[in-house]
């Protein structure tokens, strides 16, 4: 009977709130979540991807070309939430056919956009992860 009440940690989307993005870019674990639909713009990439999450965030993405899909800098394995990504679309996939390492799980940061709410994880590539960094 007291283990009824200790079913916290049973489901993250439970744990989230209903319009809760929540994304975790690895390897560095770090977390950071916000309300779908109401993350600010900062300029690079499509508005809400994982990219404009980053730069929100102060997380170190490299986006040479400034989110414009014309280099592969911003290249990013997903993890866990592909399904709540907008679908690739062909410039991206022509972009991604000239990234190193590519993967099924590849998209390109400043194209895949957050399109429901729940649970993302992604990898920064080690090639592409220069630094991370908190606060500047
Ligand atoms: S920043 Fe250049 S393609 Fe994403």
Redo the contacts with the bound molecule.
Sequence with gaps: MADEKNQSSVSTAEALGANTVRITFQPENITVEYEHGKLPYKD??RPESI?DIALNNNLFL??????????????VHVLKGKELLNEIEDD?AD?LDMAADLQLNSR????AVIEKPGEVVVSIPAWNRNYVSEGH
């Design positions: 690079h990439g990219l490299d986006h040479a070309c400034g989110g414009n899909c014309a280099c592969t800098t911003c290249h991206e972009r390109l940061g400043c194209q």
